[in-house]
Structure formats: C-alpha cells, structure tokens
C-alpha cells in the first residue's frame, strides 16, 4: 500500500501475556520509529532504526520492550508480561532519508488494552 | 533536555474564522519543526513543517511561524472548516538528540457551525 500500516488494528490482552505488534512502513523508507500514545497525551518516543545501524532503544520504558526490523522493512514490536500501564496506541512511522527533512508518516495505530 | 508544549489545550473557533495554535520548544539547537493533525482513532497526518533557518512557511492554508528568539511555533489556519476539527501536535527535532521527533502534548481544535 501507499502508507504505513499497522496490525493489529486493536489488541486486548491479560496482564502477564506477550504481545507482538507489527509495522509496515512504506516502500523505500530507511527509517522506521515507534511511539506509544495514553489516552489524551502527546506521543512518546519508544525506538528508532536507520538502515543497518544499531537502533536507538533510548525510549524504551523497561527492559519488556523489544523490537525488531527484519530486512530492513517490516518491524515488530513485542511487549512481555503486560501491565495494565501498557494499555496505549502505538504508532508506528517511517521517513525517508532521516538528517534531511525527516518528515514522518505515521500508521493508524494499534490499540493496546492490558486487562 | 527537549520539551515542547502547548499554550491552550483546547481551542474553539467559529467555522469561517482563522485559528492560531501556538507551540513552545525548550532547545535552541532545535532545527526542524513539523505540525501535525491527528482526527479520532486515526494516526497523526503531516501538515507543514519548518527549518530553523526560515521565520515563515505557507502551505494550502496553513501557515507555520517560527520565532526563534522566544522558541515558539504557531500553526495558522484560515477560513477553518469543519474537517480542522482534531487535535494538533507541534514537534521539534534538535540533532542533540539523535533523529528523534519530540512532541508537545497537543491542543484540541473545535470547530462550530
């Protein structure tokens, strides 16, 4: 497709499961980020991946967060043990050549809910 | 470290008048602004974006300023419509802090008919 896509659309979990949520970014972009937004809130940064460097994790709010991105494209972000405080949208981007104008295109969103 | 906020949580304008969103940024390295439009249950959707070595940039009526003396951002909006309607996120990006948006927590935008 011609955005970025997200799947899934919604998840509900019980706390204590793992939690896999992928990103499709689109075609020919290098950089790919993941946020995490509470309801009413701004988007929080999570993790960032440029090409075939070593991705910044700086976001990431413990060590239950991972995330990959194989080929270069498709990311998955997985979350371990869930916590009811993980209920959020996550929002996946892309942008095409991150140094330059680094505008991001973001995905619908997966709407997490931690029961 | 960043911060980017937001002057007015909510802002309500009558269908036809202008809107002006403002926007403060802590990090005078900053470089890079973007505007953003987010609408219920969707992603945010880019609207207009500026360098730090421009004061003004117009689009498809939108106009973003940037005051680098005060650190501040405004998103005009003229002749709003119905369809502004939607919460509005200004971001900075300073290389001080890697490639990473930083963003405000974002102003809500009604429109009334």
């Known amino acids: 497709g011609a955005g970025v896509s997200q799947s899934p659309s919604n998840k509900v979990t019980e706390k204590g499961k793992d939690v896999e949520l992928r990103c499709d970014p689109i075609?020919?972009?290098?950089?790919l980020y993941w946020y995490r937004q509470s309801l009413g809130q701004g988007l929080e940064f999570l993790i960032y991946f440029q090409g075939n460097s070593a991705p910044d994790k700086s976001g990431l709010p413990s060590d239950r967060f991972s995330a990959e991105r194989t080929g270069g494209s498709v990311s998955t972000l997985t979350i371990q043990r869930t916590q009811q405080e993980d209920s959020a949208v996550y929002l996946c981007a892309s942008s095409f050549a991150p140094g330059t104008t680094d505008t991001q295109y973001f995905g619908p969103g997966t709407r997490l809910t931690v029961l | 470290g960043e911060s980017v906020g937001l002057h007015l949580p909510t802002l309500s304008v009558q269908e036809g008048d202008n809107s002006i969103i403002n926007c403060a940024y802590s990090n005078s390295a900053s470089d890079y602004f973007i505007w953003y439009k987010q609408e219920s249950g969707k992603g945010p959707q880019f609207i207009i974006d500026i360098r730090s070595n421009m004061d003004k940039r117009q689009g498809q009526r939108v106009t973003v300023l940037l005051n680098k003396t005060v650190k501040h951002l405004s998103l005009q909006i003229a002749a709003t419509q119905p369809g502004d309607s939607a919460v509005y996120f200004c971001?900075?990006?300073?290389?001080?802090?890697?490639?990473?948006?930083?963003f405000g927590a974002g102003t809500i935008l009604r429109v009334k008919s």
């Open positions: 075609s020919g972009h290098t950089a």
């Open positions: 971001a900075a990006r300073s290389m001080e802090y890697g490639n990473k948006l930083v």
